[in-house]
Every structure is written in C-alpha cells, then in structure tokens.
C-alpha cells in the first residue's frame, strides 16, 4: 500500500485544499492568543485578589454559557454556512480583548471572559464554534487523510500555544514597568491584534455553499426505499453520537477537575510564578505539537482507537503520581510527559467525531461533541475550585485519574465498533 505525502511536509501542504490551509493558518494564530493567557489569566485573577472558589466559579461558567452557543452553531452551520459563525467569533474576540484594556472593570473582564472562554486554552480552536471550524476542515479534506489533516491542526495549535505561553512567561518583565496586574494587560493587546488579523483571514476563504442546504424537490422525490435507507443510517449516526457524547463526558469531568486551575495549583501547592509556570508549558506544547503528527501517522496506519488508548491509559498513571511529588521539578516533567500523551491525540479524536457522521450533519455531530465536553468540564472546574479552596491540593487529581481510566475503558469497548465510521 503506498501512502500519499502527509500534510506536514511540504508537498503534502501543496496539496491540501486552499480552505484547509487558511483554517489551520488562523487556528496557528489564534492559538498564539490563547497561549499567552492560557497560564496568565488565571494568575492575572489571583494578582487582583480572586480567591480559588471564585477563579473556578468563573472558569466553570464560561464553560456553561458555551453551551448555548453550542447548541445551535452547530446545526445553523449545517444549514446556513460555516464563515459567518467563525467571522463573528473573531469579531467578538477583538472587541472583547480591546475592552479589558480599555475599560478595567470586573463586569467588563467576568463577562469577556465568559463569552470567549480565557484561561481555557483551547489550542486555538473557535471558542464555542469550534464545532464549526472543525466541520469545515472535514469537508475540505479526503477521509483517508483525514486524521493526519486534523492531526496536523491540532500540532499547529500547540505549536502556537507555546509560542504564546512563552510571551506569558515574560509578564515579569513587564512588571517592572508596569507593576502589578497591570503587567498582565499586554496580553489582552495581544489577542485583539491576532483576532484582526484571523478575522480578515477567514472572511477571505471561498465556502462554495453551506453544508446541509435545505433539500431540493427532486430529493425530496426520492423513492421510498431510498429514503428509508437514509433514515436507517441516521438512526445508526444518532445512536453513534450518544454513545462519543457520554464517553466525551467522563473525559470533560476529569480534565476539568485539574486543566483550568493548574496554573493555580502550581502556584500555590510550590510557589512559583508566571515564568516558571509559563516556561514549563512552553515546552509542554511544543513537544505535544509533535506527538500530535506522530500520533495522526499513527491512526492513519494502524487505526484511531489503538492510537489513543494506549498514549491515554499511560497518561492515567502519571496524573495519579503528580500530586505526591515533592518538588515543582518533578511534577512539571509529569505534567509535561503526561499532555504529551493526552493531547498528542487530540486530532486523531477529532477525526473520529467527524468520521461518524455524513457532511450535512458534521456541524451537529461537532456541536454534540464540544457539548458533552464543555459542560461536564465546567462542573469539573468548579468542584476543583471548591476543593482546593478547602486546601485539598491532591484530592482532585485523584479524582479526575479515576475519570480518566474510566474513560479509557469505555473508549476502547464502546467506540471501538465506530472506529470505521458508522
């Protein structure tokens, strides 16, 4: 079997469609933004004073208000297009950023942060259209390389969230110009110039026509059997869905557990501030960038599922161990180790989502997908806020490496039927 040349190298970029390339080109970009704040907004809260319960109040509600948008980004891009939906959100993004700046009040920063999602770390996805974004790729690419395209997506959005944490790690220098959580407003700068730039990027891509466009007569004159055929499949599509939806859910609550408030955690359980923090993740995402391309050659040549469970259920025993380890050294190297393996596979779970379902219902399937994430996420966040409030610093490590197995398990029996599609 010969295998064409993977997007990651130079002719296999060339040969990418022009849409995939100007999504994955603004995801590098907009992963960038998020990447400086990934670290610093959370320590930007904590240098205004919030407490650990209120940081992870506000982490977990801008998780539940992502919701709405969830719901019917999804399915209106189905029908009506994907540009209008990530224009609008880059739009949102840079008068968002600009407004933190400009008018420094709490209402002002709880309700951009809210609504754009800061300090969640996205990897560079659209905020609550991700779903969108990712349907969209999936239309421009070919289903055999599909999980080395969304694989190479996802390296680039760690590649630019390390770039980006690297510009955080360097708010104490700025410190010394302007003290205090002044220092951390540059970031805020930052993100409205990348959201101009994306914005005027995929305002520039060509979407011939929205995916999932109201029938015509002719179709809907199909005959019988035809129709019914069609009904059969989006049962199995349907059924398919529920099942990645309660998966996904056991992962969200355990990632929610620990992701958000880990810049936190570190800070308080050994003291070290934004340039230890920021430098660590740095080279966390760089080397996750590429685990990713390794692991999307992975899936392309011996299957999704076998490349994710095995990174993931090694990657359970090193989120157990961080908790008991005595300096920031060694439990920044298990951090490091540990999203390698996890969000290494990233694209590759992407790719699986999209696989399930036909192109006219992607947008719904990506919805359903961040859906079942990002709410459980929340609930984790905040039960994380609560108990490290409380002082239990190890407590919801352990917790979240009892989802994560879990997860792991359920992964690798239920969806393992799905791993061709429906």
Same mark, same amino acid.
């Given at each position: 079997?010969?295998?064409? @040349?993977?997007?990651?190298?130079?002719?296999?970029?060339?040969?990418?469609?022009?849409?995939?390339?100007?999504?994955?080109?603004?995801?590098?970009?907009?992963?960038?933004?998020?990447?400086?704040?990934? +670290?610093?907004?959370?320590?930007?809260?904590?240098?205004?004073?919030?407490?650990?319960?209120?940081?992870?109040?506000?982490?977990?509600?801008?998780?539940?208000?992502?919701?709405?948008?969830?719901?019917?980004?999804?399915?209106?891009?189905?029908?009506?297009?994907?540009?209008?939906?990530?224009?609008?959100?880059?739009?949102?993004?840079?008068?968002?950023?600009?407004?933190?700046?400009?008018?420094?009040?709490?209402?002002?920063?709880?309700?951009?942060?809210?609504?754009?999602?800061?300090?969640?770390?996205?990897?560079?996805?659209?905020?609550?259209?991700? @779903? +969108?974004?990712?349907?969209?790729?999936?239309?421009?690419?070919?289903?055999?390389?599909?999980? &080395?395209? =969304?694989?190479?997506?996802?390296?680039?959005?760690?590649?630019?969230?390390?770039?980006?944490?690297?510009?955080?790690?360097?708010? @104490?220098? /700025?410190?010394?110009?302007?003290?205090?959580?002044?220092?951390?407003?540059?970031?805020?700068?930052?993100?409205?110039?990348?959201?101009?730039?994306?914005?005027?990027?995929?305002?520039?891509?060509?979407?011939?026509?929205?995916?999932?466009?109201?029938?015509?007569?002719?179709?809907?004159?199909?005959?019988?059997?035809?129709?019914?055929?069609?009904?059969? %499949? &989006?049962?199995?599509?349907?059924?398919?869905?529920?099942?990645?939806?309660?998966?996904?859910?056991?992962?969200?609550?355990?990632?929610?557990?620990?992701? @958000?408030?880990?810049?936190?955690?570190?800070?308080?359980?050994?003291?070290?501030?934004?340039?230890?923090?920021?430098?660590?993740?740095? /080279?966390?995402?760089?080397?996750?960038?590429?685990?990713?391309?390794?692991?999307?050659?992975?899936?392309?040549?011996?299957?999704?599922?076998?490349?994710?469970?095995?990174?993931?259920?090694?990657?359970?025993?090193? %989120?157990?161990?961080?908790?008991?380890?005595?300096?920031?050294?060694?439990?920044?190297?298990?951090?490091?180790?540990?999203?390698?393996?996890?969000?290494?596979?990233?694209?590759?779970?992407?790719?699986?989502?999209?696989? %399930?379902?036909?192109?006219?219902?992607?947008?719904?399937?990506?919805?359903?997908?961040?859906?079942?994430?990002?709410?459980?996420?929340?609930?984790?966040?905040?039960?994380?806020?609560? %108990?490290?409030?409380?002082?239990?610093?190890?407590?919801?490590? =352990?917790?979240?490496?009892?989802?994560?197995?879990?997860?792991?398990?359920?992964?690798?029996?239920?969806?393992?039927?799905?791993?061709?599609?429906?």
């Amino acid at each position: 079997m010969t295998f064409a @040349p993977p997007p990651f190298t130079p002719a296999g970029w060339r040969r990418l469609d022009a849409v995939a390339r100007g999504l994955m080109t603004a995801r590098f970009f907009r992963s960038v933004a998020q990447g400086a704040l990934v +670290v610093d907004f959370v320590l930007y809260l904590k240098a205004l004073g919030w407490s650990a319960a209120a940081i992870g109040l506000l982490l977990g509600a801008t998780g539940a208000v992502s919701v709405v948008l969830l719901l019917g980004s999804g399915v209106l891009s189905d029908r009506y297009g994907r540009r209008p939906f990530l224009v609008g959100y880059q739009v949102a993004t840079a008068i968002g950023s600009l407004a933190v700046v400009v008018f420094p009040h709490s209402w002002v920063l709880v309700l951009a942060a809210v609504l754009l999602g800061y300090g969640r770390g996205a990897n560079g996805a659209a905020g609550p259209f991700g @779903p +969108v974004e990712q349907a969209w790729l999936a239309s421009s690419v070919a289903p055999v390389s599909r999980s &080395q395209a =969304f694989s190479l997506n996802a390296a680039l959005g760690f590649l630019g969230m390390g770039i980006g944490t690297s510009i955080g790690a360097g708010v @104490p220098l /700025v410190e010394r110009v302007l003290p205090g959580p002044n220092a951390y407003e540059p970031l805020f700068v930052l993100n409205f110039v990348i959201a101009v730039v994306t914005t005027w990027m995929i305002a520039r891509l060509r979407e011939e026509r929205a995916a999932g466009a109201p029938e015509t007569e002719a179709a809907a004159a199909r005959a019988p059997t035809e129709r019914s055929e069609d009904a059969t %499949l &989006q049962r199995r599509e349907n059924v398919a869905l529920v099942l990645l939806s309660t998966v996904n859910a056991v992962n969200a609550i355990g990632i929610g557990l620990i992701g @958000p408030l880990l810049p936190y955690w570190f800070a308080v359980r050994y003291g070290v501030g934004a340039g230890a923090i920021g430098a660590v993740y740095t /080279v966390t995402f760089l080397l996750t960038a590429v685990s990713s391309l390794v692991t999307g050659e992975v899936g392309a040549r011996m299957g999704i599922v076998r490349s994710i469970v095995g990174p993931r259920t090694l990657g359970v025993a090193t %989120l157990f161990a961080m908790p008991l380890m005595p300096a920031y050294a060694w439990a920044a190297g298990l951090y490091a180790f540990r999203s390698v393996l996890n969000r290494g596979t990233a694209g590759t779970r992407q790719a699986f989502s999209m696989g %399930l379902v036909r192109d006219r219902r992607r947008g719904l399937a990506g919805s359903l997908n961040a859906l079942s994430f990002r709410l459980p996420s929340a609930v984790g966040a905040a039960v994380a806020g609560w %108990l490290m409030g409380l002082g239990q610093l190890a407590l919801p490590f =352990f917790l979240a490496a009892g989802f994560q197995l879990a997860y792991v398990v359920l992964f690798a029996t239920v969806l393992r039927r799905y791993e061709d599609g429906t």
